[in-house]
């Protein structure tokens, strides 16, 4: 009998010593989305980004039936501005970087199969590769998808995220080394359109739990 109590004692003590956390990190690819945006004229009309591959990394604790994370994302896209009267339009190259701070619920906390719903915050960088400026824009991160566990330390996670970048009618992007010749966005018609600049991202990672 004492042994047994001592092995009880002994066993809740190992529990109570467990760390109320784990640290999970997972790369992952994708293809980030946008969609077209009136710029304000009367030299402009509209400008493109072209949807393209991107890849990340995330960095997340687990806790209880949530995790909080930093994620980065990186693609490289290419800008078409749309001239107004014909005229041939302007094209270069982007990069796209995105950083943001999410917080996750986590359904099924205990089972392989764990759906999630995600929601963060942060900025997105757009840099031009001729010679304007780059814009930092704040951005939010809103989405779900769900984590597939192989074990204690390896799964995979599959989702899809909307990025918004904050850009109200009127933000500017990518001015001239002068600040005077910008490209300023128009208003796109519906209510988010007026101030989002929208991104969508879908992305499967390996995940790598310690």
């Known amino acids: 009998m004492p042994d047994m109590r001592l092995w009880?004692?002994?066993?809740?003590?190992?529990?109570?010593?467990q760390p109320l956390w784990a640290?999970?990190?997972m790369p992952m690819v994708g293809f980030e989305l946008h969609n077209k945006h009136d710029l304000a004229g009367p030299r402009n009309d509209r400008m493109d980004l072209r949807t393209v591959a991107l890849r990340g990394l995330t960095a997340a604790y687990l806790m209880g039936d949530g995790q909080v994370e930093l994620c980065y994302t990186r693609a490289n896209s290419a800008a078409e501005i749309q001239q107004a009267?014909?005229?041939?339009?302007?094209?270069?190259?982007?990069?796209?970087?995105?950083f943001t701070f999410n917080g996750l619920y986590l359904a099924h906390r205990d089972e392989p199969l764990q759906p999630f719903i995600l929601i963060g915050f942060g900025?997105?960088?757009y840099t031009p590769d001729n010679n304007?400026?780059?814009?930092?824009?704040?951005?939010?991160?809103?989405?779900g998808g769900a984590k597939w566990?192989?074990?204690?330390?390896?799964?995979?996670?599959?989702?899809a995220r909307w990025t918004p970048s904050f850009a109200p009618t009127g933000s500017h992007f990518f001015c001239d080394s002068s600040g005077s010749?910008?490209?300023?966005?128009?208003?796109?018609g519906g209510f988010?359109?007026?101030?989002?600049l929208s991104n969508l991202q879908t992305t499967v990672g390996l995940l790598i739990r310690f």
């Open 8 to 17: 009880m004692i002994f066993s809740l003590v190992s529990l109570a010593l």
């Open 23 to 25: 640290l999970e990190i």
């Open 85 to 98: 009267g014909g005229a041939p339009p302007d094209r270069f190259d982007v990069r796209i970087e995105q």
């Open 123 to 125: 900025a997105t960088k």
């Open 132 to 143: 304007r400026s780059a814009s930092l824009k704040p951005s939010l991160a809103l989405g």
């Open 149 to 159: 566990l192989w074990g204690e330390h390896f799964g995979v996670r599959a989702d």
């Open 181 to 188: 010749d910008c490209y300023a966005l128009e208003d796109n």
């Open 192 to 196: 988010y359109r007026r101030i989002f």
